[in-house]
């Protein structure tokens, strides 16, 4: 009887950790609160469930041992690094993440039918953040009444100007898994054209620039390396920047942030652009990485380094430092993080941490490259529902590029997720993994 009883307790947190899963997408909307709740929860049911079943052996893989390592670095670095609780809390609950790519790596294994539900869960977020985005865009105003920020539009994410960045991220998840089911939901791909033009543009009237490179960055690697859907990735490619010309043309305001403001900030323009307080931006001759902003976070974030090679100053330190006159470069040097994973790693966690990410990259391009030789014998290394999620993690990987905080629990989610359902696909193919 008790016997039964542990089952079923145990199948009732597996359950719940399913539809905590397929609700992501939604729950990644609502923000940074419930969704990271959700992968906390998830997390703390698969180590309930693996003690209580001893199967702790599904621990034993490969990918988890080199996430442990990194996470016990982490650890390490938080408490005999410039120490502060901050910096601890960070490291210490990061180990979440590591089991939440096992959690859902299990979950999926053991009833495929969720991934369904999660495409089904997705395609209803995007066609909800379509409507409400355009609304917004049209009207200045979204369906519960969120007013666009300046002429950027951010739909249900209200002062958070993350739209670009939720539909980049998680389109080339639903391409793929669109492309892994379309013989049992019936996928209609002239309708698939016509939705990623619309969340394509949509990207583009967000304004979120890095986003905008991102979307169209996973789209000429899907194109370049899967195998059957070059044709409708061309075409929505096409059709998009088509349709970018004429909305430019027409209403020029989301192209001046994309294009004209990037080339300003980057004092590439002979041209100066004024801020909202009237203050010229670039008026000197230097040119910028991205902006003077980042610029000036990138070489606070280099002196750091530089200073501390080995271990950095510490997880999430550089806001601490930035302001010290042993690295400070301008007024402009300070924030809560360089605004580049590979800056941050460096400045942070020094060469050790830096190392992670670096040989994860070089093992990216090899596998990418190995893909790459075989297509011209007619072969493929990955199958086109890989690729999808490989391009999701170059997103993850690029180096030149602003980025978000590392350690943001909403981006880490959304750098996990793809990861699970890349691992799943190696496993299911019996594939090896990196």
Wanted: proline share 2%; hydrophobic share 50%.
């Amino acid at each position: 009887m008790q016997i039964i009883q542990l089952k079923q307790h145990s199948s009732i947190i597996i359950q719940i950790s399913k539809y905590l899963f397929i609700l992501m997408p939604f729950l990644l909307i609502s923000g940074p609160l419930l969704s990271d709740l959700s992968v906390s929860l998830i997390s703390i049911f698969f180590l309930y469930f693996c003690i209580k079943h001893k199967k702790l052996n599904l621990f034993n893989k490969l990918y988890f041992k080199v996430f442990f390592i990194f996470w016990i670095y982490l650890l390490l670095n938080s408490l005999l690094n410039n120490f502060n609780l901050d910096s601890f809390k960070i490291s210490f609950f990061y180990l979440r993440f590591g089991i939440f790519c096992l959690a859902i790596v299990y979950i999926i294994k053991s009833d495929e039918k969720i991934l369904k539900y999660f495409l089904v869960c997705l395609t209803l977020c995007f066609i909800i953040l379509i409507i409400d985005g355009y609304l917004q865009y049209f009207t200045g105003s979204n369906l519960i009444g969120f007013q666009k920020t300046g002429n950027r539009i951010s739909s249900f994410f209200g002062d958070e100007l993350v739209l670009g960045s939720y539909l980049s991220r998680f389109f080339p998840i639903f391409f793929g898994l669109a492309i892994l089911f379309k013989e049992r939901i019936k996928l209609n791909f002239n309708f698939l054209i016509l939705f990623f033009v619309l969340i394509e543009t949509l990207v583009f009237l967000s304004g979120e620039r890095t986003a905008f490179f991102y979307i169209n960055l996973s789209a000429i690697y899907t194109i370049i390396l899967i195998k059957d859907y070059k044709k409708t990735r061309i075409i929505t490619l096409c059709l998009t920047a088509i349709l970018l010309i004429l909305i430019s043309y027409i209403n020029p305001v989301a192209k001046d942030r994309i294009i004209d403001k990037t080339i300003s900030q980057m004092n590439l323009s002979p041209t100066t652009e004024k801020t909202q307080n009237d203050k010229q931006i670039n008026n000197s001759k230097n040119v910028y990485i991205f902006s003077e902003q980042h610029n000036s976070h990138y070489i606070t974030a280099y002196r750091m380094f530089k200073d501390n090679l080995l271990f950095g100053v510490g997880v999430k330190n550089f806001r601490n430092f930035c302001s010290n006159i042993k690295y400070n470069f301008s007024e402009k040097s300070c924030s809560t993080h360089p605004h580049n994973t590979y800056i941050q790693l460096l400045s942070e966690t020094g060469l050790i941490g830096f190392g992670f990410i670096f040989i994860f990259l070089i093992i990216f391009i090899k596998y990418t490259l190995k893909h790459f030789i075989l297509m011209f014998r007619k072969k493929y290394y990955f199958t086109d529902f890989q690729i999808c999620m490989m391009s999701c993690i170059l997103i993850i990987i690029w180096p030149a590029a602003p980025t978000g905080n590392f350690f943001n629990n909403w981006l880490s989610i959304l750098y996990y997720l793809p990861i699970s359902l890349i691992i799943w696909s190696f496993e299911k193919n019996k594939k090896i993994y990196f």
